[in-house]
């Protein structure tokens, strides 16, 4: 199986800002590893598959400029400027007018921020270039993976290959 494309984009996230934040890969050093939105039209399809009515405020680029701010602002450790920086993204609706795209995610990012139960369930998949960001919302936060489907999997198949190498090697 190859994984060049990255992992397809799934909704695993629990909530909007997470999806939105998931609709790329991202390296152990907060940059991009495989990008999913690479037009509008990959836009509109996750808004599709979401079954969100929005439209974009900003240009596609600045969209996608958000969406790293976002990421950066969820894994930020110190809370209350965090908050207030998300709180100043200014993305009001007009009258009448459909949601803007940008205020969703901003309202999805400050539940998150806002909520210290909500904060303590944020979790980074581990995976390799994955980064995914998820609310584990399992019993005794037991959830470590973005999904067993992709990452999951791959970390049972390589501990499964360790075994049967320390058994030949044993360390
Ligand atoms: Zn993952």
Redesign the pocket.
Known sequence: MSYSEG?PVRPVGGRLVLDFVNTADWTSTDHVAHEKLKSPDDLDVWLRTLEIKAHCAGTFDQLKLLRSDLRSMLLETKVSGTLNAVRELEFGAKEGAPPVLEGLLAASAISILADPRERGRLKM?P?DN?G?LFIDETKNSRRT???ME??GNRAKAARHYQRNRKAADPR
């Open positions: 992992h998949c995976g994955c995914w993976w973005c999904s992709s990452c």
